[in-house]
C-alpha cells in the first residue's frame, strides 16, 4: 500500500495495530513529524480496516493537531520552566480550551479543574509529563466539543445537558435518590476519565443511566458522523432528539460532586 509515492509498511500497521497505548503514542509522535497529512489519512484508513475498529481512525486523525497545540500551549505556559504552579497552568489553559472547543458562552470551572489535575496526576506543580498525560485527555474532549450538535448541548444552560467533567462515581452518585436509584430512564452526560488519546475511545461522549431493571448502566455514544463530513453533520438528527428517542432515557438527573 502506499500513499504519495512513499509506502507504508504492512509491519507499521500491524505494530499500531497489536501495540499498547504508549507504543501507539510514540509512534504517532513520529510519523505527526515525518508523514505528510496525506499518508497520516492512508495510515488511519489501514489501521481502521485491519483492526476492525473505526474509531482508531479519528485518533490517528488528529495527532499532528494534538502534538502541535500541546508543544505550544505548554512552551506559553513553561516559559522554559521545568515546574509550573498548578495556578499557572489553570489560568493558561483556559483560553486554548476555549478556542478549540469553539465555546464562546463556556469555559472550565473548578470542579473540572480539580478533574484535570487528576488526570494530570500533580499536586502543586506540573512537568511537562504531567501537561501531556493532561491534554491527552483534554484536546479530544475539547474536539468532540468542538462539533456543532454536542456544542450544543454543552453551551445549554437550561436544561444543561452536560454539566462539567465528572467521574464514573459521580455520575453513578448523581442517580442516586433519597430512599435508593431514581426513576428508570433518567441518565447524565460524561467523558470517560479513563479514556486519553490515541484510546478509540478517547473524547467520546458515555451516558450513565437507571435502567428499567433498576440497575446503573454505562452507554458508549457512537459519535462517527460528527467526525465525518461537514454535510453530513449538517444533516444528522439533532442528539438531544436521539438520546431523548431511546426508550431507556427520559429525564435528566442533576449532576451532584461527591466532594
Excluded at 500497521?13 to 492512508?42: H, I
Excluded at 478549540?100 to 506540573?126: H, P, V
Excluded at 436544561?159 to 442516586?176: D, N, R, V
Aim: charged share 20%; aromatic share 8%.
Amino acid at each position: 500500500m502506499s500513499t504519495s509515492g512513499k509506502p507504508i509498511s504492512d509491519l507499521t500497521v500491524f505494530k499500531y495495530c497489536l501495540g499498547g497505548l504508549n507504543e501507539r503514542a510514540l509512534l504517532l509522535r513520529e510519523m505527526a513529524t515525518s508523514a505528510s497529512d496525506r499518508e497520516l489519512l492512508e495510515f488511519a484508513h489501514q489501521v481502521a480496516l485491519y483492526s476492525g475498529c473505526s474509531h482508531h481512525r479519528h485518533q490517528i486523525r488528529m495527532a499532528r493537531n494534538l502534538i502541535a497545540e500541546g508543544t505550544k500551549v505548554w512552551s506559553s505556559i513553561a516559559r522554559n520552566n521545568h515546574l509550573v504552579h498548578w495556578e499557572s497552568v489553570m489560568y493558561e489553559i483556559e483560553e486554548p480550551f476555549i478556542n478549540i472547543a469553539r465555546s464562546s458562552t463556556r469555559s472550565l470551572n473548578k470542579q473540572d479543574f480539580e478533574l484535570l489535575r487528576r488526570l494530570a496526576g500533580c499536586q502543586e506543580y506540573m512537568a511537562q509529563e504531567n501537561f501531556e498525560k493532561m491534554w491527552c485527555w483534554l484536546y479530544p474532549v475539547a474536539l468532540t466539543l468542538s462539533k456543532d450538535s454536542i456544542n450544543a448541548l454543552w453551551n445549554s444552560g437550561s436544561p444543561k445537558w452536560i454539566e462539567g467533567f465528572i467521574t464514573k462515581e459521580e455520575a453513578e452518585f448523581s442517580l442516586q435518590g433519597p430512599s435508593g436509584l431514581q426513576e428508570p430512564g433518567t441518565f447524565v452526560l460524561r467523558f470517560p476519565t479513563s479514556r486519553s488519546w490515541p484510546h478509540p475511545d478517547s473524547g467520546t461522549l458515555i451516558v450513565t443511566y437507571v435502567g428499567s431493571d433498576c440497575i446503573i448502566h454505562h452507554r458508549l455514544l457512537t459519535l462517527d458522523s460528527l467526525y465525518s463530513s461537514g454535510e453530513e453533520e449538517m444533516n444528522a438528527k439533532s442528539l438531544q432528539d436521539m438520546l431523548l428517542a431511546e426508550p431507556e432515557l427520559s429525564r435528566l438527573a442533576r449532576i451532584i460532586r461527591s466532594h
